[in-house]
């Protein structure tokens, strides 16, 4: 995908290290050590994994004396480091959702719905390709792999012209577990994307053990959006 990923939180205790850094600036291996109550080697080998990371960032300290013996450095966050600390999207998209769906009137609730479906798969439609619809939705299974989302199309059943995406984990849980209208904009992106009618025909909210989203060769029908 595109799409960055959000950062990756250090291991707890890495994390000492960034909320110092994320405090006062800019630190030496000196500063860590007293502050923290460890050894200058437990530091170095913290600060190496976080620099490998892409968390902190390492650079030769400015000349104060004669200088002998190893260069002295000083310690940074990167961009990626600054943003471990304000992650609340998860937070947020539940507000959002709630927010949307407290429209009265039904239809504006599906209008919405709608338009959440499209603005996904935006996210990615410059990435699907394929002939047919099956093409599109393997190709779509696949971008959903890389986002850790466990899925694939199942293989031609007796029913001509159908075509499954199979879903073993929700990608929105939080949002899905109180208000299904989530499976309803993700039917509409899935449509959007392979061009075609889609329906969800099991749904893990009913107790099946996977979601499955059939599309046929049909194009969509484009009515109110529905689960």
Same mark, same amino acid.
């Given at each position: 995908?595109?799409?960055?990923?959000?950062?990756?939180?250090?291991?707890?205790?890495?994390?000492?290290?960034?909320?110092?850094? %994320? /405090?006062?600036?800019? &630190?030496?291996?000196?500063?860590? $050590? @007293?502050?923290? =109550?460890?050894?200058?080697?437990? *530091?170095?080998?913290?600060?190496?994994?976080?620099?490998?990371?892409?968390?902190?960032?390492?650079?030769?300290?400015?000349?104060?004396?004669?200088?002998?013996?190893?260069?002295?450095?000083?310690?940074?966050?990167?961009?990626?480091?600054?943003?471990?600390?304000?992650?609340?999207?998860?937070?947020?998209?539940?507000?959002?959702?709630?927010?949307?769906?407290?429209?009265?009137?039904? %239809? /504006?609730?599906?209008? &919405?719905?709608?338009?959440?479906? $499209? @603005?996904?798969? =935006?996210?990615?439609?410059?990435? *699907?390709?394929?002939?047919?619809?099956?093409?599109?939705?393997?190709?779509?299974?696949?971008?959903?792999?890389?986002?850790?989302?466990?899925?694939?199309?199942?293989?031609?059943?007796?029913?001509?012209?159908?075509?499954?995406?199979?879903?073993?984990?929700?990608?929105?849980?939080?949002?899905?577990?109180?208000?299904?209208?989530?499976?309803?904009?993700?039917?509409?992106?899935?449509?959007?994307?392979?061009?075609?009618?889609?329906?969800?025909?099991?749904?893990?909210?009913? =107790?099946?053990?996977?979601?499955?989203?059939?599309?046929?060769?049909?194009?969509?029908?484009?009515?109110?959006?529905?689960?």
């Amino acid at each position: 995908m595109t799409q960055p990923s959000a950062p990756r939180a250090p291991r707890s205790s890495d994390a000492a290290l960034v909320e110092l850094l %994320r /405090v006062e600036g800019e &630190l030496g291996i000196g500063d860590f $050590s @007293s502050r923290l =109550g460890v050894t200058a080697t437990a *530091v170095r080998q913290r600060l190496d994994r976080l620099i490998k990371d892409g968390v902190v960032s390492r650079a030769v300290a400015a000349p104060g004396g004669a200088g002998r013996g190893r260069p002295a450095h000083r310690y940074r966050l990167t961009e990626k480091g600054r943003r471990l600390g304000g992650d609340n999207f998860r937070d947020l998209a539940l507000v959002l959702w709630r927010t949307l769906r407290t429209a009265d009137d039904p %239809r /504006v609730r599906r209008g &919405l719905l709608a338009r959440v479906g $499209s @603005s996904l798969a =935006g996210l990615y439609r410059d990435q *699907v390709s394929g002939a047919t619809t099956r093409e599109r939705l393997e190709n779509v299974a696949s971008l959903l792999r890389e986002r850790r989302i466990a899925c694939g199309v199942d293989a031609p059943s007796a029913a001509v012209g159908l075509n499954v995406l199979t879903t073993h984990a929700c990608p929105y849980p939080d949002l899905a577990e109180q208000d299904r209208g989530i499976c309803a904009a993700e039917r509409a992106m899935l449509e959007d994307l392979v061009g075609a009618d889609v329906r969800l025909s099991e749904c893990r909210l009913d =107790g099946a053990d996977c979601c499955r989203f059939t599309a046929t060769d049909a194009p969509p029908a484009r009515e109110s959006t529905r689960p």
